[in-house]
Nanobody, 122 residues
Framework: VQLQAPGGGLVQPGGSLRLSCAAS????????MGWFRQAPGKGREFVGS????????FYAGSVKGRFTMSRDNAKNTVFLQMNSLKPEDTAVYYC????????????????WGQGTQVTVSS
């Protein structure tokens, strides 16, 4: 499985940004996709996850109500819509694929994208 996650960029506080992550390869084995982020000097933090089967989502408390995950099964792509962005959302964002049920534990993810920088600053 290969994950391509272009996008990212610089956005002002209160702004919005959408990340995408396209999966290729043995995608039939994927059960869930997730987004994680890592800010400078901090560990990798769970952002959200989505199940391929029914699109059910699960979010970290820090982003719930501001971030939304969705999927396009036909394009094997998941999206992370980020609204009301805050400076503390600044991080490298990683998409990941899980052969299990996903969730918030990074160890449950088997494949990782290369990471994309999101900077929230005025």
């Amino acid at each position: 499985v290969q994950l391509q996650a272009p996008g990212g960029g610089l956005v002002q506080p209160g702004g919005s940004l959408r990340l995408s992550c396209a999966a290729s390869g043995s995608i039939f084995s994927i059960n869930a996709m997730g987004w994680f982020r890592q800010a400078p000097g901090k560990g990798r933090e769970f952002v959200g996850s989505i199940k391929w089967s029914d699109g059910s989502t699960f979010y970290a408390g820090s982003v719930k109500g501001r971030f939304t995950m969705s999927r396009d099964n036909a394009k094997n792509t998941v999206f992370l819509q980020m609204n009301s962005l805050k400076p503390e959302d600044t991080a490298v964002y990683y998409c990941a694929a899980s052969l299990m049920s996903g969730g918030s534990d990074a160890q449950r993810y088997d494949y990782w994208g290369q990471g994309t920088q999101v900077t929230v600053s005025s």
